[in-house]
């Protein structure tokens, strides 16, 4: 057992312990990139449904100063976590987070069904996590604890907002609004269908309603384009970490319908414009690897390469 002490997520006032503990982080290691911006924490814990049960998928480590390392596992194979840079990289709290996480996965070995299309290529027996290729002792930690890198990565993209940004444009018809509460079902059927592409989406116009309410959620960062006969065709989310003066995108997404028609490059590019009205001076993106259009799109948006965070996996006996 570490200093540290252990428990489960719980809602309430931990959602904003953890946007904390992200913010922090992020300033920790800027300009270099980080696991979690506090968007990325409102999101994923935003997209769970209701009824979740945190006690076996969201697991947080107190420390004297606030949250010290945060886990989240996502069924049936996937874990992500984060140590707070201020305590180095604490070997013995590593370890109890790595300990939780593949308990949580050999609880569903066999018991899982069909593995998410997502996570597919790294094994349907396997436990599997990330790392950005800067963090060398997250690798190494890994490497010692017999997990292997795999050819699955995501790629990070940053901006800088201090110069010149084109203008967005949309094709004749379209416009530029922010989501509201009249478009709760339209937006969360826009999304299901953006993302159908990757498998079946539950994201529904409740999920969506609770994720309004969340901390740091700006409904005129929620972009969406929409088309001359009223349908929400294109979206992106745009997160904005004001303590750090950073603005994060996640997510985005296009109709099929509606794809190569210039459509994510805009609405991207009409985010960042509207996070640059609140002061951002760096704008951050990724998408995986395989995502070929999404790879063009941010490009043509002014991106810039960053680093890939890689999948690292271990044969679960």
């Given at each position: 057992?570490?200093?540290?002490?252990?428990?489960?997520?719980?809602?309430?006032?931990?959602?904003?312990?953890?946007?904390?503990?992200?913010?922090?982080?992020?300033?920790?290691?800027?300009?270099?990139?980080?696991?979690?911006?506090?968007?990325?924490?409102?999101?994923?814990?935003?997209?769970?449904?209701?009824?979740?049960?945190?006690?076996?998928?969201?697991?947080?480590?107190?420390?004297?100063?606030?949250?010290?390392?945060?886990?989240?596992?996502?069924?049936?194979?996937?874990?992500?976590?984060?140590?707070?840079?201020?305590?180095?990289?604490?070997?013995?709290l590593a370890n109890e987070?790595?300990?939780?996480?593949?308990?949580?996965?050999?609880?569903?070995?066999?018991?899982?069904?069909?593995?998410?299309?997502?996570?597919?290529?790294?094994?349907?027996?396997?436990?599997?996590?990330?790392?950005?290729?800067?963090?060398?002792?997250?690798?190494?930690?890994?490497?010692?604890?017999?997990?292997?890198?795999?050819?699955?990565h995501s790629v990070r993209?940053?901006?800088?907002?201090?110069?010149?940004?084109?203008?967005?444009?949309?094709?004749?018809?379209?416009?530029?609004?922010?989501?509201?509460?009249?478009?709760?079902?339209?937006?969360?059927?826009?999304?299901?269908?953006?993302?159908?592409?990757?498998?079946?989406?539950?994201?529904?116009a409740n999920r969506y309603?609770?994720?309004?309410?969340?901390?740091?959620?700006?409904?005129?960062?929620?972009?969406?384009?929409?088309?001359?006969?009223?349908?929400?065709?294109?979206?992106?989310?745009?997160?904005?970490?004001?303590?750090?003066?950073?603005?994060?995108?996640?997510?985005?997404?296009?109709?099929?319908?509606?794809?190569?028609?210039?459509?994510?490059?805009?609405?991207?590019?009409?985010?960042?414009?509207?996070?640059?009205?609140?002061?951002?001076?760096?704008?951050?993106?990724?998408?995986?690897?395989?995502?070929?259009?999404?790879?063009?799109?941010?490009?043509?948006?002014?991106?810039?390469?960053?680093?890939?965070?890689?999948?690292?996996?271990?044969?679960?006996?």
């Amino acid at each position: 057992m570490t200093a540290f002490s252990a428990r489960p997520y719980r809602g309430g006032d931990d959602i904003n312990n953890l946007i904390a503990f992200a913010t922090k982080a992020t300033a920790a290691r800027f300009p270099a990139l980080t696991t979690w911006n506090p968007g990325d924490i409102v999101w994923q814990l935003g997209m769970w449904p209701a009824s979740s049960d945190f006690s076996r998928t969201v697991r947080i480590w107190d420390g004297p100063a606030g949250v010290a390392a945060l886990a989240i596992f996502e069924p049936p194979l996937n874990f992500e976590f984060d140590i707070d840079p201020s305590l180095g990289f604490e070997p013995a709290l590593a370890n109890e987070i790595l300990g939780w996480a593949e308990e949580r996965r050999r609880e569903l070995l066999g018991a899982e069904g069909e593995v998410p299309k997502a996570y597919a290529m790294l094994g349907e027996s396997t436990v599997s996590t990330t790392a950005l290729e800067s963090d060398a002792q997250k690798v190494t930690f890994l490497q010692m604890n017999g997990y292997q890198r795999v050819g699955r990565h995501s790629v990070r993209y940053s901006r800088l907002l201090s110069g010149p940004l084109p203008e967005a444009h949309l094709p004749d018809g379209m416009q530029f609004k922010f989501a509201s509460e009249h478009d709760l079902e339209a937006r969360a059927e826009l999304h299901r269908e953006a993302w159908s592409v990757w498998g079946p989406s539950s994201f529904s116009a409740n999920r969506y309603r609770r994720l309004r309410a969340s901390p740091l959620y700006d409904e005129q960062l929620d972009v969406v384009v929409e088309a001359a006969n009223a349908q929400l065709v294109s979206y992106c989310i745009c997160w904005f970490d004001d303590a750090n003066g950073i603005g994060h995108f996640e997510p985005v997404g296009t109709h099929p319908a509606f794809t190569a028609k210039g459509l994510g490059r805009a609405v991207v590019i009409e985010g960042l414009h509207r996070l640059r009205e609140r002061g951002a001076h760096t704008g951050l993106i990724g998408t995986a690897s395989v995502n070929a259009p999404a790879l063009r799109t941010y490009t043509a948006a002014g991106f810039e390469f960053r680093e890939r965070q890689w999948f690292w996996s271990k044969e679960m006996p």
